[in-house]
């Protein structure tokens, strides 16, 4: 009876003073013929030493590959104290926290990211997070509908470099209202919007990622002054270490944006097969009733001392139920927290050298890369650490056989290779990386590779 | 007991109207509506212009355990809206019938007042959400 | 006291084991810089460890405290499913791996999916919501995608009860459908005569908790079943009270055609201060076509069992994509090594020890004098006391008992939740309690009412946790969301 605590004589005592005579009494308002014998597509228990084998041996079955795919998802050193803290039970198995004299400790932690996130994005006010980056455009996009009233259309225009499942995602959740999802025109030499475009009828926004999912960097000031120009607000989509080298959503063109979100990962979250991860979201101040999620704000105690409470709550679904801003509650919370103990770890200055190790570590990765025989970039330009190269072989072929050198070569665009080097690769590593692919494009037959 | 003016009209969402001498109507909540809202601590008013059915989103009033619709109870297009509740929501928590005003409208129709309560049938309705 | 991380802040300050050395050549065009320089804190790495650690002290947790709270199923997190989904081979797995590299985390999630559709009674099971609130979106579109693809284009409403949770009407109307509000019996079960009367051609569906949130079963759940079938709707399941009825009853079972589940409630995953959930939605035969992706599959192949996932274009109904890759994976993991531990017999008796805590403390509650909201029902997992009699006599309200626990060193129940029953606590007890928790945390409801016929005031409670009551109306006219420091 895994956490279970009962005795026998507990379970006596109990069923007398209920005045039940069994378990099987207390379920005696439930129609029988419901009532189910056993459960045989469960297998039976484990004990904690047996699972720990099970586990570890499946762990070790998906081994420790050279990694080198990003693609909205980025392995990045994760200082020891990050998880070490994060784990406390205090923080991990913590509740919501409604009750705010029970949960200071959430509360100003929350507070603490808000500020991080919004210096970083340059806007004012944050969320306590989203899901993910993917579903934060989806949330991002009805918010732009609500708070742009004047713009009746539905319409969000889609900058070429957004993450394509970004679009999915956002079309999955926020598709059912009406709104429509449209792509900009793309420069083919660049990867970037192109030179010439038209904004249509009152679109409601635009929504630029930067860098762009095939990791090129967007003339974002152009493209946030012509957007404001026809009515739309902006949404950025940014990766959040990047934004120590780039410039902040929140100075983006004359205005700067309106909403940025994005992907809280490479803020000290591990890969994990894609989560739990965090999305955030901030806004400029005007939009703040608009945002969905929770939000901390500090505040003053009966005896005047400083203290942190939830607030804005009435646009919530808990209150405003079927008039909420979104149907969110459960958000990210632990993974908000590990994400702030990061970010005060590595500090602004500490962001920057990785950030800058990882656009060295790919610089001198695709130097080496395009020396190779019929290897080339796809998109002229600057990129922030993550680039699109063409090879001359089927790209699908060449990552299996990589794959089975316990190399995962990048993510297959279909016409093109999108690698990453974080700062986690050595020269040794891209050296690997680079002499295995020479291998592989010498054989004739891949499948033998 | 709740304060009631005697020249104003009332609705069952408890809101009330005051026919203004050029013709226009004013809007507000009543007092016993601020008061089962608690503190205030925000209103969303409509933009000046728009076009309102009787029954229609005019404006919300929110406070820290409740958000609030507040309907139009006519048809009309509103005139004015009380700019001075975007900073200090609590004014209607301290004079709903006065400078607590939400929303003036032109209506757009004949205003059909049985469709309305006079003082007294709000206070007998009051008196029955009390019972 | 109330120190922030910034106020610590000294210029030159740095963690500087936490940062690669590298040289100042970013490759950047100079119009595309960041020339500002945000404010984060700059500290020491030791700083940082004592700041987030006296942190957590300020917080309650299961860890460290009781949380009766109802609806959210606040049992022990064993620390086994933490620390084996943390395992390097795992927490270290791109998302976007080959399957080749992922075997071992595959068959984790395949065996988990086919352990919830033994529990749920479903054919069909995606892995992929986030969190509660995301299975409901899940659950919604693809009722209205089946509709859809029947062609029966009308149908926009769903019924929701008054009880429900405030994420059910939120999520139906984010689908775009209209809610319609279904009253619920003076016995806490639907009332069949109001539900017939909501039902019709434009019905899309119902969505249902069952045990509700007034802590009973419905008995009438096969008339609800049918009555909303005949209709022509589907009916849905909010698994947040699944806890109740595990390896008893099985939705399936009872005529639900869809439903998600909390697995950080019913299996026992972390709630981490707001989260990650996970909402894994289940679903029976006439919505397979429309689950979204993606899913796990298996199939033989030379000998041995090979795991992947269903490709976009095997599923062409599919509702889609809900998050950038496969949902909160890590969290599926630990519910995984739950389950396995739980197994095939404790699965049944979640439910049996989790009921008879709830009678328990019922019983125990109702004997020293508290009045239950449905005092002629059993109890689920969880029951309802209402205080409108001490509110009225003796002014104690369910705010400041709630607020009073705190300094008996126990979590509030929730409160003022269902809206419908007057100043209500909702309890929660979870069967990972003994029973010495439950006889204390009678003693302290005790006293409290002790103290309040006394003549002692709760308003202003609690005296002992790290700041008095604070000011919400404050918080919300005086907006301060994020620390600017002057200058």
């Known amino acids: ?449 | 007991m709740t304060e009631l003016p005697g020249d104003l009209l009332y609705t069952e969402d408890h809101e009330w109207l005051r026919r203004e001498d050029d013709g226009s109507v004013t809007i507000g909540i009543t007092d016993h509506a601020q008061a089962a809202l608690g503190d205030l601590v925000y209103v969303e008013l409509p933009e000046v212009g728009l076009e309102l059915d009787s029954g229609g989103d005019m404006a919300v009033v929110e406070s820290v355990k409740a958000a609030s619709d507040v309907f139009s109870p006519i048809a009309g297009i509103v005139e004015a809206v009380n700019e001075d509740l975007a900073d200090d929501p609590e004014i209607i928590n301290g004079d709903p019938y006065g400078n607590g005003w939400i929303v003036r409208l032109r209506p757009s129709e004949k205003i059909d007042e049985d469709a309305l309560l006079s003082p007294n049938a709000y206070q007998d309705l009051l008196d029955a959400e009390d019972a | 006291m109330k120190t922030l991380i910034f106020e610590k802040s000294r210029n030159g300050r740095r963690a500087f084991a936490q940062a690669p050395s590298s040289v100042d050549d970013a490759a950047i065009p100079e119009a595309l810089r960041r020339k500002d320089t945000p404010r984060l804190p700059e500290v020491s790495e030791l700083q940082v460890v004592r700041h987030y650690t006296r942190l957590s002290r300020q917080n309650f947790s299961i860890d460290t405290q009781f949380y009766p709270l109802g609806s959210c199923t606040m049992k022990y997190n064993p620390r086994a499913c933490n620390s084996l989904a943390l395992l390097p081979g795992f927490a270290g797995r791109h998302p976007l791996g080959p399957v080749s590299h992922g075997q071992g985390f595959l068959a984790c999630m395949y065996e988990l999916q086919e352990m919830l559709k033994a529990v749920t009674g479903m054919q069909g099971v995606s892995l992929t919501p986030m969190a509660g609130a995301q299975g409901e979106l899940a659950g919604v579109l693809m009722i209205q995608a089946y509709h859809k693809a029947r062609g029966d284009l009308e149908r926009n409403e769903i019924i929701v009860p008054d009880a429900a949770h405030g994420t059910n009407p939120a999520t139906a109307t984010m689908c775009g459908c209209v809610v319609r509000e279904l009253p619920t019996g003076s016995d806490g079960d639907i009332d069949i005569a109001a539900l017939k009367a909501a039902v019709g051609p434009k019905t899309a569906g119902i969505m249902l908790t069952n045990p509700s949130t007034l802590g009973v079963f419905d008995r009438g759940i096969v008339e609800v079943a049918k009555i909303v079938h005949d209709a022509g709707g589907l009916l849905y399941y909010d698994g947040a009270n699944l806890n109740a009825i595990c390896g008893k009853v099985r939705p399936g079972d009872m005529g639900f055609d869809v439903i998600h589940m909390n697995l950080h409630k019913t299996f026992s995953t972390p709630h981490g201060g707001g989260g990650p959930g996970s909402g894994a939605v289940g679903v029976g035969s006439r919505l397979l076509p429309f689950m979204p992706i993606p899913i796990v599959r298996a199939t033989e192949r030379d000998g041995a069992t090979w795991y992947d996932w269903i490709a976009e274009d095997e599923l062409p109904q599919s509702i889609g994509r809900l998050s950038g890759f496969m949902g909160n994976a890590g969290v599926l993991l630990r519910a995984y090594v739950y389950m396995r531990m739980v197994g095939r017999d404790g699965m049944r008796r979640l439910a049996e020890y989790a009921t008879l805590n709830a009678n328990y403390l019922q019983a125990r509650l109702r004997d020293v004098g508290f009045q239950l909201a449905f005092p002629k029902r059993r109890a689920s997992h969880e029951f309802i006391v209402t205080l409108k009699h001490e509110a009225r006599e003796i002014n104690l309200t369910a705010m400041d008992v709630a607020k009073a626990l705190l300094d008996h060193n126990y979590h509030a129940p929730t409160t003022y939740f269902p809206l419908l029953v007057p100043e209500c606590l909702l309890i929660e007890p979870t069967e990972t309690e003994s029973k010495e928790t439950l006889d204390n945390f009678v003693a302290a409801m005790t006293a409290i009412v002790t103290e309040a016929k006394g003549g002692k005031s709760f308003k202003e409670a609690p005296y002992t946790m790290p700041v008095r009551r604070l000011d919400d109306v404050k918080a919300a006219r005086q907006l301060d969301l994020a620390f600017r420091p002057p200058g």
């Open chain 1, 1 to 449: 009876m895994p956490f279970i605590p009962h005795t026998e004589d507990d379970t006596r005592e109990m069923l007398a003073a209920i005045g039940a005579s069994s378990i099987d009494d207390l379920f005696d308002e439930i129609p029988q013929q419901l009532l189910i014998r056993s459960l045989d597509g469960v297998p039976p228990a484990l004990s904690e030493m047996e699972i720990s084998r099970l586990m570890r041996e499946r762990a070790a079955q998906d081994g420790a590959p050279l990694c080198f795919i990003g693609a909205g998802a980025y392995e990045h050193h994760i200082p020891q104290a990050v998880w070490d803290i994060a784990t406390r039970g205090e923080y991990y198995s913590a509740y919501t926290p409604y009750q705010a004299e029970a949960s200071q400790g959430t509360l100003q932690t929350i507070y603490e990211y808000q500020t991080m996130i919004t210096e970083l994005t340059g806007l004012d006010v944050s969320n306590a997070s989203l899901y993910d980056g993917a579903s934060g455009l989806a949330e991002a996009s009805l918010m732009a509908v609500r708070s742009n009233r004047k713009a009746k259309s539905g319409r969000i225009l889609l900058a070429p470099g957004v993450n394509p499942n970004y679009e999915k995602v956002a079309v999955a959740i926020a598709g059912s209202q009406n709104i429509t999802f449209e792509r900009l025109p793309m420069n083919a030499v660049t990867g970037n919007a192109a030179d010439q475009l038209d904004a249509g009828t009152s679109p409601v926004a635009l929504v630029i990622q930067q860098p762009s999912f095939p990791g090129t960097l967007e003339d974002v000031d152009r493209l946030t002054d012509w957007a404001h120009e026809n009515g739309a607000l902006v949404i950025a989509v940014v990766n959040p270490l990047s934004l120590a080298l780039l410039k902040a959503p929140g100075s983006w063109g004359t205005k700067g944006a309106d909403i940025a979100v994005g992907e809280g990962q490479p803020l000290g979250i591990p890969l994990s097969s894609g989560g739990p991860y965090f999305g955030f979201m901030t806004c400029r101040q005007e939009h703040v009733r608009q945002m969905p999620g929770r939000i901390v704000g500090r505040t003053t105690d009966l005896e005047d001392n400083p203290g942190f409470t939830l607030t804005l709550q009435a646009r919530e679904q808990h209150i405003r139920r079927s008039k909420a801003t979104s149907n969110i509650c459960t958000n990210q919370g632990l993974m908000v927290t590990a994400a702030t103990i990061y970010m005060a770890l590595l500090g602004f200055e500490g962001l920057r050298q990785v950030a800058l190790r990882a656009q060295q570590n790919t610089a001198l990765l695709i130097s080496k890369l395009t020396e190779l025989p019929g290897v080339r970039r796809l998109y002229e330009g600057p990129h922030f650490h993550e680039v699109s190269i063409r090879l001359d072989r089927p790209i699908a072929a060449v990552l299996d056989a990589l794959a089975r050198r316990d190399i995962l070569g990048g993510y297959d665009l279909g016409d093109a290779l999108l690698v990453c080097a974080t700062e986690t690769k050595t020269e040794v590593d891209i050296d690997l990386y680079v002499d295995t692919l020479r291998d592989i494009l010498a054989t004739r037959d891949l499948r033998r590779a």
